[in-house]
């Protein structure tokens, strides 16, 4: 699987936006991206997937760059239960079934 | 619809005990995951399965670790005589069945986790 690099850490202001960039520059033409975040104490939840077109569910919105060597996980009005470690992946789809995480980035939200 | 169940939530140990974590999939998911999370790290892959079948097991240790997962009842993750370095947050994933498609890969489900703690 592809690598990714995120910033280790980001904050952002209750009730604004967040965008969580994520370069993956290795990708190729059949990789998929995921975002999965970590909430304290809990395990990984998905949060939304996408392969060359921009991409919007109820959790966030995912931007993939026109050469999909990186992507922009957006958080439109971001919560306090949205402070958690958020994880980019880049998934073959014609390769083995684990999920490689990186560090991630730990997202800070300041009332 | 249940999500996936881990049990115990923590786990104490004493230096060679064993431990033993359990994952009870979601319904209909035939396709378990383990993953070790070490104190300020990232998660790192264990073991992938299917019933009765392990498909991967390229992350395990090879010693003292092992996993099942049976026809009927919750995966197993045993790890024989812990050490101190076994102290980590273990969690399971699951997923459906692979869809008939090429190209699409399924979302992994994630549990609550096991706390284990070797004393």
């Known amino acids: 699987d592809a690598k990714t690099t995120q910033p280790n850490s980001m904050e952002s202001n209750e009730e604004e936006p967040v965008h969580l960039p994520c370069n993956h520059s290795t990708i190729s033409g059949t990789d998929y991206i995921h975002w999965y975040r970590q909430l304290p104490s809990q395990g990984p939840e998905y949060v939304i997937h996408g392969l060359t077109s921009n991409v919007n569910n109820r959790m966030a919105s995912l931007a993939i760059a026109e050469d999909r060597k990186s992507s922009t996980l957006i958080l439109h009005r971001a919560t306090l239960r949205d402070a958690a470690v958020y994880y980019c992946?880049?998934?073959?789809?014609?390769?083995?079934?684990?999920?490689?995480f990186g560090t991630g980035t730990r997202l800070t939200i300041i009332p | 619809n249940a999500g996936v169940m881990q049990n115990p939530r923590h786990l104490v140990r004493r230096r060679g005990q064993e431990a033993r974590l359990r994952c009870s999939p979601m319904?209909?998911?035939?396709?378990v995951y383990w993953y070790r999370q070490l104190p300020e790290e990232g998660l790192k892959f264990m073991v992938y399965l299917q019933k009765e079948n392990i498909i991967d097991e390229s992350g395990m240790p090879k010693e003292r670790f092992s996993a099942e997962f049976p026809k009927e009842g919750p995966s197993i993750l045993r790890i024989q005589q812990v050490v101190r370095g076994d102290s980590a947050a273990y969690f399971c994933?699951?997923?459906?069945?692979?869809?008939?498609?090429?190209?699409?890969?399924?979302?992994?489900?994630f549990g609550p986790g096991t706390r284990l703690l070797v004393l």
């Open positions: 992946l880049v998934i073959s789809n014609f390769g083995n079934e684990k999920l490689t």
């Open positions: 319904k209909g998911h035939s396709h």
């Open positions: 994933a699951s997923s459906p069945p692979k869809p008939p498609q090429r190209g699409v890969r399924e979302t992994q489900y």
